[in-house]
């Protein structure tokens, strides 16, 4: 028996202006990538402190270096930081939350929920910066440190929604049918889940920039290269100065993003939950404001 098609609606003018405000980051980001722009922002080019100019769009910081340029490369930092952590966790959930619903009341969910129960417990920002401490000599210690935490909402969202699609039709004609239990679960239960796991994916994607800007601003995040919370740590010298390049360019590129992305998540919780009014999910709009 074929599973039954969901379909989920998306207001296009809703979504046309955040996706608009993201395709600019995504392209400042592909630009970095690519070596088009924002591979000098580590370079002196002036003596000290100048202000906005046409070779200098946002002036340089104290040390000379371009701050435009240094804002681009934290544009490619955030996107590299928020895609390795989201898609992994989202995934580790997505399959986690799956197979315990699929199998509640018994070892497997016990076990999983208990886990997930375990990391919920744990203060989130002190268990990331402590993952981050004892992991620092790996270079990818901060997004392992954030994959290990930010799955478990995912999981339980994905378990309870699992816990009504088992009970569905379709799953029990794959059953008789002869389907193994990994396969219906692969097959039917995840794909039906997939309209949760985009919202989760944008608001792990948040989650992901935001717990990596106060890492690095902490000086417990990225090591070798520039992001935002790198220029923020910056600025919190140069603003005794009265220097506020550094603090405006950082704080409003990720404002900015962060606004984009939430409405982003609000639009697609409206299409895939047309009771939720826009809202985004109570639990997971309270841990994206938590990361």
């Given at each position: 028996?074929?599973?039954?098609?969901?379909?989920?609606?998306?207001?296009?003018?809703?979504?046309?202006?955040?996706?608009?405000?993201?395709?600019?980051?995504?392209?400042?980001?592909?630009?970095v990538w690519l070596g088009w722009w924002g591979t000098d922002w580590s370079g002196i080019q002036a003596s000290g402190r100048q202000p906005p100019s046409p070779e200098h769009w946002l002036g340089t910081n104290l040390l000379g270096q371009d701050i435009f340029s240094r804002l681009l490369?934290?544009?490619?930092?955030?996107?590299?930081?928020?895609?390795?952590?989201?898609?992994?966790?989202?995934?580790?959930?997505?399959?986690?939350?799956?197979?315990?619903?699929?199998?509640?009341?018994?070892?497997?969910?016990?076990?999983?929920?208990?886990?997930?129960?375990?990391?919920?417990?744990?203060?989130?920002?002190l268990f990331v910066i402590a993952l981050s401490y004892a992991m620092r000599d790996h270079p990818a210690a901060m997004q392992l440190a954030m994959i290990?935490?930010?799955?478990?909402?995912?999981?339980?969202?994905?378990?309870?929604?699992?816990?009504?699609?088992?009970?569905?039709?379709?799953?029990?004609?794959?059953?008789?049918?002869?389907?193994?239990?990994?396969?219906?679960?692969?097959?039917?239960?995840?794909?039906?889940?997939?309209?949760?796991?985009?919202?989760?994916?944008?608001?792990?994607f948040v989650a992901a920039i935001k717990a990596e800007v106060l890492l690095s601003f902490l000086g417990l995040g990225l090591q070798d290269g520039v992001s935002w919370g790198?220029?923020?740590?910056?600025?919190?010298?140069?603003?005794?100065?009265?220097?506020?390049?550094?603090?405006?360019?950082?704080s409003a590129a990720l404002l900015l993003l962060v606004l984009a992305i939430n409405r982003m998540t609000d639009e697609l919780q409206r299409s895939a939950d047309p009771r939720s009014r826009g809202s985004a999910d109570p639990a997971a709009r309270h841990e994206a404001t938590r990361a």
């Open positions: 028996m074929k599973a039954p098609a969901t379909t989920h609606k998306l207001t296009a003018g809703g979504l046309r202006a955040p996706l608009a405000v993201i395709a600019v980051y995504l392209v400042a980001a592909a630009g490369a934290g544009t490619a930092t955030a996107f590299e930081v928020g895609l390795l952590v989201s898609v992994p966790a989202t995934l580790l959930g997505a399959l986690v939350g799956a197979f315990a619903g699929y199998f509640p009341q018994r070892w497997p969910d016990a076990v999983l929920m208990w886990l997930t129960g375990t990391l919920d417990a744990i203060p989130f920002y290990m935490t930010f799955w478990t909402l995912t999981a339980r969202i994905v378990r309870a929604e699992t816990l009504r699609i088992r009970q569905l039709g379709f799953v029990a004609a794959a059953r008789v049918s002869g389907l193994g239990s990994w396969q219906i679960i692969r097959r039917h239960v995840v794909p039906h889940t997939v309209h949760i796991l985009l919202v989760q994916a944008a608001i792990l790198i220029m923020l740590a910056e600025a919190s010298q140069e603003i005794l100065a009265g220097h506020y390049g550094n603090f405006v360019a950082a």
